[in-house]
């Protein structure tokens, strides 16, 4: 008997599109990635420095700026009437941008770019991917009513994160990459 496919598995189904689509992406444009060391080491220079350098109240502000208009954005689509394709796309964005970051660092490090890649993201991403699983729970409900102890709620996680990301995140990076 076949089971009817859910939104969770919908979500899941257009990740692996995007990332199917991103590594095939790169790979097919693989020796204009290969031979731009400089556009890695930009990547990553964005991710540790940011503007202003080191300089820490910067870098937060930074990321802070970049994290809470990424999720006010997902907030107004999680509450509209086009949520659940909007998640869709948004799942299918994810699964590509991860996937084309991936493989570029894949093509610089190697076997290493694998760890670099998941140093970029940890400890920060278990902070927003909770976020993006709440968000993505509202936008699977017929009614949408924000709850202002869920929006606190989110604050927090969002202001875990960013500190997470400022703070602790270059430490693995400089460590790992």
Sequence with gaps: MLKRITYWDWLLI???AGTACGTLLINVWKPQFAGTPQMLSSLLLDMTAGPGGQ???NLMLYVARQRLGRTILIVLVSVTSWSVPGFYFL????GLSG?????????QKGLMGLVCYLATLFPQYLFYLLIWFILAGWASKQSHHVRMSAVLGIGVLLLAGICLETLVNPVIMNFFC
């Design 91 to 94: 799942a299918f964005y994810g």
């Design 99 to 107: 996937s084309m970051i991936l493989s570029m660092i894949t093509c």
């Design 55 to 57: 300089d820490k109240t």
């Design 14 to 16: 257009w990740f692996i």
